[in-house]
């Protein structure tokens, strides 16, 4: 039993992995506040639940090609498989909230290998013609899951209780493991290694993770640079971060084999990967404050959102084909005229946004999102040797995922500034001396005059109502130039685009080979 011969139950198993991984990076947000109230945790403790299983999957998805080599591939995903399923059930039996975020950085620790080694042997079992199209698949997993997992996390803490988000994935691991034990083969070209581990560089690459994530978790909260705490949080991240750059390019069998990035097509595609994760994982956090900011409620907003991801689930198949017909630069291009079109449609709404308004530009979003995902995730690995192939997916995905924290650390400081900064603006012109503002405030306050209230009480809430409304406005200016700020730094990053090989060629040499 091949892989050629079973390609399309190879692909059904890996995809399996890939999505059970990838819903449970979203599934716990909504029943966190559940979990808080059984745990007797504060909101700042109980985050980490959610965080700790992120910065587990970021560390070990550098070393999965060193630790495929060192255990044999197919023993390490059956391991990672065993990993996940088990602290899924202990993170449902757990008994306090230290357990539980134990178990979570458990589960991350195996989640964080399914994503990478899915996408690595869908790259090995399709053919070269098939690779464009192999990608829209892992794609339909990678988005389908973070897009679905709050709705199926809703659910199942409404009908039965919060440890179900984690029970549910017992079943399918198991289901999984058999799969990929039957399914999943070792590839010929993996050469086993045996000797010294690189401790040193393991240890630095953790230390500065840990350190970059706490920095993007608690900036926000702390003030930013304005806390010594981060201040020497952030010196320990670049500090690790160098070191372990050092180390790696020093030794001879590095934990991590930074050399890939010698290779011109794997380093472009991965800094356009890392503005895409960007902006990606900030649209995600970004989109469900702007609508809720609206009034919408938390269901209305999960509702109107998944259009988005529709689009992009059944897209990327389609990109695939499009990736064979027209190569990796046109697509990219293309993706990302739909994208910035989608941006600067966000960037112009108002606060009297109707479906419709909000309807278009996330299918514009969806598909130019579809588009540039899967010209990135073929084009990336598409000059890179199998024997390296799942080193370089590790990298390329620690990359995007770095990214996106640090979008989103910054989209939650420009939010939060952008708020101070055009409230201040807006203010200006609320006077005793401005004839519509006047006249805006007086109409308020007969109306509350209307209802019963003094006229005292009526003139004191009607300055409220009229500060409310300057919060939501400034708000809604804050979110427009956040999403053309997006729109800029995507189209900055053409001249990166314009580098990668549009199509490998049979003449081109390959880094490894």
Not at 14 to 38: E, F, K, Q
Request: net charge neutral; hydrophobic share 50%; aromatic share 12%.
């Amino acid at each position: 039993m091949t892989a050629e011969r079973h390609k399309w139950m190879v692909c059904l198993t890996v995809l399996l992995g890939a999505i059970m991984s990838a819903i449970d990076t979203s599934i716990v947000n909504v029943a966190l506040p559940y979990m808080r109230g059984n745990l007797g945790a504060s909101i700042e403790e109980i985050t980490w639940v959610a965080s700790g299983y992120i910065l587990s999957s970021v560390i070990v998805m550098p070393v999965i090609a060193f630790l495929s080599a060192r255990f044999g591939r197919r023993p390490f995903y059956l391991f990672s498989i065993s990993i996940f399923t088990i602290s899924s059930l202990l993170c449902g039996m757990a008994w306090d909230l230290p357990s539980l975020i134990t178990f979570r950085v458990i589960q991350g620790l195996g989640g964080g290998v399914l994503l990478p080694i899915s996408q690595a042997i869908l790259r090995e079992t399709f053919t070269e013609k098939e690779q464009g199209l192999a990608m829209g698949i892992y794609g339909m997993a990678v988005v389908i899951g973070p897009a679905f997992g709050p709705a199926l996390g809703g659910w199942l803490t409404d009908n039965f209780s919060w440890p179900w988000i984690f029970y549910v994935n017992i079943p399918i691991g198991i289901i999984n493991f058999w799969m990929a034990s039957v399914y999943i083969q070792e590839p010929s070209f993996l050469v086993r290694e045996k000797g010294k581990v690189d401790w040193l560089g393991l240890m630095l690459m953790t230390i500065s993770f840990v350190a970059m994530q706490i920095v993007f978790e608690k900036g926000q909260d702390k003030g930013w640079f304005d806390s010594s705490f981060i201040v020497w949080w952030t010196v320990t991240a670049v500090m690790g971060l160098v070191l372990f750059v050092w180390r790696e390019l020093s030794i001879k069998k590095p934990v991590v084999d930074l050399s890939l990035f010698a290779d011109r097509n794997f380093i472009c595609g991965t800094l356009v990967g890392a503005v895409f994760g960007l902006c990606l994982f900030s649209t995600l956090f970004l989109q469900p404050l702007f609508l809720q900011g609206l009034g919408y409620t938390a269901t209305q907003t999960g509702t109107i959102l998944i259009p988005r991801s529709l689009v992009m689930a059944i897209g990327m198949p389609l990109a695939g084909y499009l990736y064979n017909a027209w190569g990796a630069r046109n697509l990219l291009l293309l993706g990302l005229i739909i994208t910035v079109t989608s941006y600067w449609q966000f960037a112009h709404l108002s606060l009297d946004v109707n479906g419709w308004d909000l309807l278009v530009p996330q299918l514009f979003q969806g598909m130019g999102f579809g588009m540039m995902f899967v010209a990135l995730s073929t084009v990336v690995l598409s000059t890179i040797a199998k024997p390296k192939l799942t080193a370089a997916v590790g990298l390329y995905n620690v990359t995007r995922q770095i990214m996106g924290s640090v979008g989103i650390a910054i989209s939650a400081s420009l939010l939060s500034n952008g708020q101070t900064f055009y409230r201040s603006v807006l203010i200006t012109h609320i006077t005793p001396y401005n004839a519509m503002a006047r006249q805006w405030v007086s109409g308020v306050q007969q109306g509350f005059q209307h209802h019963g209230m003094s006229a005292i009480a009526a003139h004191q809430a009607a300055i409220m109502s009229i500060s409310s409304e300057i919060d939501r406005q400034a708000q809604m200016l804050s979110f427009n130039h956040i999403f053309i700020l997006m729109a800029g730094i995507f189209v900055l990053s053409i001249p990166l685009m314009m580098t990668v090989q549009n199509k490998r060629s049979s003449s081109e040499v390959v880094v490894g080979e």
